[in-house]
């Protein structure tokens, strides 16, 4: 076989070794555009658990590169005056310089042909079976075909610059520091002795208030010399091609054509917050290797390759994502106390958990639960954020759990039956501090489905008066969601077809503009004035029956596509009067509908909104309409914004996963300043209390996980040890078995949790002479 690398990188580079080593008889040439030693950059980082990927993959290197480490347990973050050092972390730094130049000498020795100081192409190769490009990001290979590759490529706002320093470091270190211009990061790790890099970070509107646009490379170094001179401890910035850049955060549709693959960083990158650049592109290596040892033709490898690949990739881009956006809005916690601050830092990601940090570094978690509990009214110290109470207006809390508001499409004539009874009761009993009621509609015009809830008649009111009576029986507080379908009306049952539209007995709809959801639905009327004071009266009447109810809360649906959504969102209302346009103008009738809410409303009791804080589609609201509209509803007397997204358009293109809407919630919470509720692929007790402990959330709404398990929040109750959580008396004893139980079985998981983790690869201590 014969194979040809273009790139002599880390992901070249180890590749050629893997298969030279398994295929001896194979032709390996890797052929570099620089000289040998030729780095750009300072040092890589590699965790704990990348080393063992490496140790299995090929131990002659593994042991070449871990002699050659600096290796640290520690993460310090240092910000505002204050610093918190989290153990339990386990990398290393390595030299860059030094981790090529030991793959090239562990190549030349398996055999593998090296050529530096040339440009190659694909076509120099006319005898290869397997051409691989790993030509790194700016990759002209790739660039070549780019029709068929498909890059997507999204600079990021932040900018950066690589630098290194002779100050030593025993930790991976992170510095913030707050000047007249902004706030400077550095992020920082010592690679080998005597050199460490620092990759400086700040937004757009600092480094252009530092004037770092017209600095040359020496003075970039002077000027961040002199901000982070107590860092510095004395010590020399070092550049080398340390130039400002944007981040290119980009991936590829394909990574195959024909016989040539991309690899490494010319078909993927990561940011460097998480440090995954190298260990990308290295484990990149290792796929591919596995894929052409597993057998078949080269297409099928190649297949087998990305098939199995990709995943993984984008799983490490999705956290490296989410680390860089939490850098770019870190303005958005600079308000928070130290420990608080570090904790955010420390969870960015969404990899490192509440639990994962109280196994590693239990004082740090401590110091943050006690920060918490301190930070809120009533709080206790002894329990984790989730069950500390919230305050809105009279309403208190126990907890921060919520079961979300869920459409159940099973009312007969608009209302709740037994099954909601029965629904409502039992999530009530399982311990959520606030249970929702579905989307409730002011009128039968106002439905989804023929199975919704409303409240615009006695039975109605009847049927909801028992059930609130059942959840406050069981220690529960529960909230009234009231909507209007709008265009999204007169629709089939979920499961029958979810927003499509009913074939017989379907009513007229209503919405801003006359653009029906699907091309075949229902053309909605552009609703009129009269409309609009109907429609208004309508929910008025409804939150007065449920006042009479007896709901703790009241809820306003202004999201996913529904009536007052459609106002909000640019995609769905095309009015030239004045509730059209400018997002002052579409935010009329919400606000109109609002208003006459709260005035009707017990001033007592607390409203909140829900949004639709991004429509995921081109076009449609921004996160400064979002901010502007949360900020309306707060002026107008809002309490609590319920922050989902989407469901707006039909071709909407969401990007889902863990806590996926987390982001808006925080963007609302802390530059909007009004409390808020996340919702969104959120399933266990462990991220409920990392999110609200980064201060990323006020309230936790969960959905799914409700469903199939009612009592959610006793569990959690019994797996942290708080007992103060309401169970019906008729449920103690099982209560006190369930505690016995779970603590038995949270310890055994916490010890399996330390087996498990990566075995650490620090170099073993010195031993004395005499020993």
Not at 154 to 176: I, K, Q, V
Not at 626 to 631: E, F, K, N, Q, V
């Amino acid at each position: 076989m014969r194979i040809a690398i273009i790139g002599g990188g880390p992901a070249g580079l180890y590749f050629a070794i893997l298969v030279k080593r398994d295929m001896p008889q194979a032709r390996v040439t890797a052929v570099e555009r620089n000289q040998p030693d030729d780095t750009f950059g300072f040092g890589v980082v590699f965790s704990d658990a990348t080393l063992d990927v490496f140790k299995d993959a090929d131990e002659p290197s593994y042991r070449a590169i871990t002699q050659s480490f600096a290796y640290w347990d520690d993460i310090v973050v240092a910000a505002k005056g204050a610093e918190h050092r989290i153990g339990g972390n386990g990398f290393c730094g390595c030299s860059r310089r030094t981790l090529l130049l030991l793959l090239q000498e562990r190549a030349r020795r398996l055999g593998v042909e090296l050529e530096f100081r040339r440009e190659a192409q694909p076509e120099d190769f006319p005898d290869a079976d397997l051409v691989v490009a790993a030509d790194g990001i700016n990759s002209p290979i790739r660039e070549r075909w780019r029709d068929h590759f498909q890059p997507q490529l999204d600079l990021r706002p932040n900018r950066f610059a690589w630098m290194g320093s002779t100050r030593p470091f025993d930790a991976f270190t992170f510095f913030f520091k707050e000047r007249a211009e902004g706030i400077f990061i550095a992020h920082c790790y010592q690679y080998e002795p005597g050199r460490s890099t620092w990759v400086m970070e700040t937004d757009p509107e600092t480094f252009a208030r530092a004037g770092l646009g017209a600095m040359d490379e020496a003075q970039s170094a002077a000027f961040l010399e002199e901000v982070f001179a107590e860092e510095l401890q004395g010590h020399r910035l070092l550049t080398n091609r340390s130039n400002w850049r944007n981040f290119p955060a980009f991936r590829c549709a394909r990574w195959v054509r024909g016989n040539l693959v991309l690899l490494g960083d010319a078909k993927a990158s990561a940011h460097f917050s998480i440090g995954s650049g190298t260990k990308l592109a290295m484990e990149d290596a290792i796929g591919l290797h596995r894929a052409l040892m597993a057998g078949g033709s080269i297409a099928e490898c190649l297949a087998r390759y990305e098939g199995a690949r990709r995943e993984e990739v984008e799983k490490i881009q999705h956290a490296a994502n989410v680390s860089l956006v939490w850098f770019e809005h870190v303005k958005r916690f600079w308000h928070f106390a130290p420990a608080r601050f570090a904790f955010g830092v420390m969870t960015r990601s969404k990899a490192i958990t509440w639990d994962n940090l109280q196994l590693r570094a239990p004082e740090f978690v401590g110091e943050v639960q006690a920060l918490v509990a301190a930070e809120t009214p009533g709080g206790e110290p002894r329990h984790p954020p989730m069950f500390q109470p919230l305050r809105l207006r009279g309403l208190e809390l126990p907890n921060r759990v919520v079961v979300s508001p869920m459409c159940m499409y099973s009312a007969q004539d608009g209302v709740p039956g037994d099954f909601h009874l029965i629904h409502y009761g039992a999530r009530a009993m399982g311990g959520a501090g606030l249970v929702f009621t579905e989307m409730t509609c002011p009128s039968a015009e106002a439905r989804i489905t023929p199975g919704c809830t409303g409240l615009w008649n006695d039975a109605q009111q009847a049927a909801w008066t028992r059930i609130v009576g059942n959840v406050h029986a069981a220690g529960a507080r529960m909230a009234l969601q009231l909507g209007h379908a709008g265009r999204k009306g007169a629709t089939k049952l979920m499961w029958e077809g979810m927003d499509q539209p009913l074939e017989d007995g379907a009513w007229p709809i209503l919405s801003a503009s006359p653009i029906p959801y699907f091309a075949h639905s229902q053309v909605p009327r552009e609703m009129t004035r009269a409309d609009m004071d109907a429609v208004r009266d309508d929910f008025v009447a409804a939150a007065r029956r449920g006042a009479e109810c007896g709901f703790d809360l009241l809820e306003l649906h202004c999201a996913h596509g529904y009536l007052l959504a459609s106002f909000l969102s640019p995609l769905t209302n095309r009015r030239t009067d004045g509730y059209g346009g400018s997002v002052e103008n579409r935010l009329r009738f919400p606000l109109e509908v609002f208003r006459a809410l709260r005035a009707a409303w017990p001033q007592d009791r607390p409203m909140s909104v829900r949004l639709s804080a991004t429509d995921w589609a081109d076009g449609g609201i921004t996160d400064a309409d979002t901010l502007a509209i949360a900020r309306a509803f707060r002026d107008a007397g809002c309490d609590l914004i319920d922050v989902s997204t989407g469901q707006t358009v039909a071709d909407a293109a969401p990007q889902y996963g863990r806590m996926f809407q987390l982001p808006w919630a925080d963007m609302i919470r802390n530059e909007g300043g009004m409390a808020v509720m996340c919702v969104g692929s959120i399933t266990t007790a462990d991220q409920v209390n990392t999110i609200l402990a980064a201060g990323r959330a006020d309230l936790v709404a969960l959905g799914r996980p409700h469903l199939t398990d009612p009592a959610f929040t006793l569990h959690a109750a019994a797996d942290y040890g708080v007992r103060a959580v309401a169970t019906p008396v008729q449920y103690e004893y099982g209560k006190q078995a369930l505690f016995r139980q779970r603590q038995k079985e949270r310890e055994e998981l916490m010890e399996l949790r330390r087996k498990a983790r990566p075995a650490s690869h620090a170099p073993a201590p010195l031993r004395d002479a005499a020993e």
